[in-house]
Structure formats: structure tokens, C-alpha cells
């Protein structure tokens, strides 16, 4: 570090190891505006200057124990780590890869930047991983979503050229990491910057093939060692013609790429974050590239008669042709997904809308997270002081006030005005249906 920032840098570097780690979250623009969020939430927070959606809490604050949490409001996440998928020009509509995903802080600000348009493909080779990913797109409410847990090589073997944006936040050395998480010194000393350098080599090769020609993809790592940032960008550079660097934007405290100017660095004692690289490529648009697109719509059959009787009650639009049913689980399918993409290792295959059981259809927790209050029959909305929305989060039967009123059948349960899971009511009871793996603990 000393060779790369020059011996008086060096030491504000290592005088920002004594500052105390940052602490931020990223509201979830999907469901809520930043502004409005400010308006009902009570955790005391500070915006990040380069993030719209990004602000501080204080390291006190418990912001994982809050009704809003749970109704995927915000993501808790590192504010230089909000800065890659801030900077993928995503739009809805694209057909967008995450290739290194979990646990989702990137691909949570992809989703939201598609508003439910387009496809995001989220991968991580650990699968273990991969469901913890899962958990957080169900949360954060992302209806066009497939979670995979694929080797990059075998992703490009079945997609082939076919994503508009690719985002790879690639696994490092960590070097961005040692102040927030100590226990990464220690893995830092069994594999460093050459042992991951020759990973990411391998991911960023395989990546480039799966971007359609005028496709954008992101490099990011949260480290500084030059052999896994700009070296792994000149290495694509030097053997893909048809890649190209496109500036990142310089603001208050980032600087430029080392070396190689256009990427992007963010220094912990520059920046009030953690540190990250980012390098931002392009591939060229060539002659032939209004490639055939291949109709893969799928034909309009009949769904089974429960299923109809469910989806009457939601004002949402869905479209029947997209609604895959394997064995008795329902999904809806992200639009643009592929037919050949059913043969790969998946986590989920779009929106898990629910279950077929013996003529009733029981729906499922992700359903509940897509939808807004006014999209269901038959809604309960408590604020978030009324002590039976912990108790509701916990699992519990709630007993309805009687101006609640008697509610018989599904309902869907919010906070402020935002779905939390659904509950069957009978009477005065509501059973109580948010999904046992969520619960609040
Ligand atoms: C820096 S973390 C990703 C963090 C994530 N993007 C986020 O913002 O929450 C890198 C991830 O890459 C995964 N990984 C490691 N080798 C991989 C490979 N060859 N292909 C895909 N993912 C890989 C790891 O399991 C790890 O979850």
C-alpha cells in the first residue's frame, strides 16, 4: 500500500484503521421514494452524498429489528459497496446477470432499478450462499428474478450471448474489508491478491462472452491490490478488440484508477466508506449485431380452476402465458427468460406465487412482498407501534379488534401501508401464514 499511495497517503491510510467502522442502508426505491421513507422511519440517519437511495445509521441503532426490515424497506449494506450497482447503467427491461451475488446487496439495487421489467438472472457458485441471496430478492419484493448457483462456464453454455448487463463483484482478497471484519486478516494471510487474481480472471473471461454487443459490465472487488483491479481490466482490454473502458464519473473523495485512468477507487481514508475498485467496460457494437431474437413465448393454456379463483382477487396484471407450474408449485416466469434456461441449478425460477393443494392454492410468502396493499382483495393494515405486528412477525394467531371487522379468507397483512405475509381469517381470528423460515426471532 505504501508503494501504491506514496509514504504520506500511506499513513492517512493507516490512521483510518482506528476510525470505527460505517454502518449503512439502501432504501428499497421499489416500494418506497427516499423522502418518504425519511417521513415514517424512526432510525436516525444521515445521507451518503454519492448514493440517492444510501444513508448512515449510527452503530447502535438495531435497524434488522424493525417491522420495516421485514417488510423489505431497506437493505443493510456497507455505503462503498452501494457504489457498483449505482454506477451499471441498468434500465428496465434489460436482461441483467449477477454473477457473484450473494448475499444480494448488488443485486437488490439491480432488481429495484429494473421496477419489475426485464430479467435478472442472480448467481453465486455457493449454494449455501445462494440461499441466503434468495432470501433477501424474496424480501426486497423483485418479481423477475431467477436465483442460480452455477460455474460461470456452465451459465455461458446455456445463456450463451444474450445479457444486456452484467455486474461482477468479483471474490477477492479483501483488503476493503479488514477494518469492518477482522476475521478477514486472517483469511487474507492463507489466499491473497495472486491466489484470487487467477479466479477472477476466469469469471471476468467468461462473463464477457455472455454480454450481447452494445452491453455494459461491472468490475468491482472490495480490494486494492492492483494485480485483482486494474491489471484483470488491461488483461480484458488487451484480449477481447471488441471490449472498451468506459470512464466511471469522479466524485468528492473517489479517484481515479491507478494506472489505468477511467476505473474508479474508493479509499477508507478518502471517503467516508470501507473502500471498493470499480471499472466499468463496454462491448462494441458490431455490424451484425441485430442478431434474430428467437420466440420463446410460451402458448396461453388453461390454469387449473383454484388458481383463477386466487388470482381474482389481486388487481395486479399477470400474464397467464408466463405462469410455469412444476409438480404442484406455481411460478411466474420472468419476461425474456429463456426456454433453455429451465436446464440449469436454480434457487428459484422467477416469482414463487405458490402451491396447488388438493383444489385450494395456498400462496406463497414472495407473492405477498410484490404487492402493494391495494393490488389484494381484502388487506389489514397496522402502523408500526401496534404490538400484534411483532407478534404477527413471530408466527403468532391474531385476534382482530372489532372494528376490524370479521374477515373470512385471505388477507394480506401490512405495516405503514406495506405487505408483510398473509394470514386466513375466520371471524375475528387471523391464522397466521408468514412463512416459519422469515420469522422474527
Ligand atoms: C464479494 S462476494 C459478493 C457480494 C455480493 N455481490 C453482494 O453485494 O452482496 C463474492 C461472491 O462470489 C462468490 N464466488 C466465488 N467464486 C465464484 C465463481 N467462480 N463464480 C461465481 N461466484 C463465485 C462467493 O461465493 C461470494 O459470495
Not at 455461458?156 to 471474490?171: N, R, S, V
Not at 477508507?268 to 466508506?273: D, F
Not at 376490524?404 to 405487505?419: H, M, S, T
Request: glycine share 10%; net charge negative.
Amino acid at each position: 500500500m505504501r508503494d501504491l499511495l506514496g509514504a504520506e497517503e500511506f499513513e492517512a491510510y493507516v490512521k483510518s484503521f482506528e476510525e470505527e467502522r460505517l454502518y449503512g442502508l439502501r432504501v428499497n426505491t421499489l416500494k418506497i421514494s427516499p423522502e418518504e421513507f425519511l417521513k415514517i422511519t424512526d432510525l436516525s440517519l444521515k445521507p451518503i452524498p454519492w448514493i440517492r437511495n444510501g444513508f448512515y445509521y449510527e452503530g447502535e441503532e438495531r435497524p434488522a429489528k424493525n417491522p420495516h426490515y421485514f417488510a423489505g424497506l431497506y437493505y443493510l449494506q456497507e455505503p462503498s459497496a452501494m457504489t457498483p450497482a449505482s454506477l451499471l447503467p441498468v434500465m428496465p427491461g434489460d436482461k441483467v446477470l449477477d454473477l457473484c451475488a450473494a448475499p444480494g446487496g448488488k443485486s437488490t439495487e439491480l432488481g429495484a432499478k429494473l421496477k419489475g421489467k426485464g430479467m435478472l438472472v442472480s448467481n453465486d457458485i455457493s449454494n449455501s450462499r445462494a440461499k441466503a441471496l434468495l432470501k433477501n430478492l424474496e424480501l426486497w419484493g423483485i418479481e423477475n428474478i431467477c436465483v442460480t448457483s452455477e460455474e460461470p462456464a456452465k451459465l455461458k453454455e446455456i445463456f450463451g450471448q444474450f445479457f444486456d448487463k452484467i455486474l461482477i463483484d468479483a471474490p477477492c482478497s479483501g483488503e476493503g474489508m479488514f477494518r469492518k471484519d477482522a476475521d478477514m486478516v486472517k483469511s487474507y494471510e492463507e489466499h491473497g491478491p495472486e491466489y484470487y487474481a487467477v479466479i477472477q480472471k476466469e469469471i471476468v473471461t467468461q462473463a464477457v462472452d455472455m454480454l450481447v454487443p452494445g452491453g455494459f459490465l461491472l468490475y468491482s472487488t472490495c480490494t486494492f491490490s492492483l494485480c485483482e483491479d486494474e491489471d484483470i481490466i488491461r488483461g480484458v482490454l488487451a484480449e477481447h478488440e471488441d471490449m472498451e473502458l468506459i470512464s466511471l464519473p469522479l466524485f468528492d473523495g473517489a479517484s481515479d484508477g491507478m494506472g489505468l485512468s477511467g476505473c474508479l477507487r474508493l479509499f477508507p481514508h478518502r471517503i467516508k466508506g470501507e473502500g471498493h475498485f470499480m471499472a466499468l467496460l463496454r462491448k462494441k457494437q458490431s455490424l451484425d449485431s441485430g442478431e434474430k431474437k428467437k420466440d420463446d413465448t410460451e402458448k396461453e393454456k388453461p390454469l387449473p380452476g383454484e388458481l383463477v379463483d386466487f388470482l381474482s382477487l389481486l388487481s395486479k396484471p399477470f400474464d397467464t402465458r408466463r405462469i410455469y407450474i412444476k409438480d404442484e408449485t406455481v411460478y411466474y416466469l420472468p419476461e425474456s427468460f429463456p426456454k433453455q434456461g429451465k436446464k440449469l441449478r436454480y434457487l428459484r425460477t422467477g416469482l414463487l406465487l405458490g402451491e396447488l393443494k388438493k383444489g385450494r392454492f395456498e400462496p406463497a410468502q414472495p407473492l405477498a412482498m410484490v404487492l402493494k396493499p391495494e393490488e389484494f382483495g381484502q388487506t389489514i393494515c397496522w402502523n408500526k407501534e401496534d404490538e400484534r405486528v411483532i407478534r404477527y412477525l413471530k408466527g403468532e394467531t391474531i385476534s382482530l379488534k372489532e372494528e376490524e371487522g370479521q374477515r373470512k379468507g385471505w388477507c394480506l397483512i401490512c405495516v405503514d401501508g406495506f405487505p408483510l405475509g398473509f394470514a386466513k381469517g375466520s371471524g375475528s381470528t387471523l391464522k397466521n401464514k408468514y412463512y416459519p423460515g422469515w420469522r422474527w426471532q
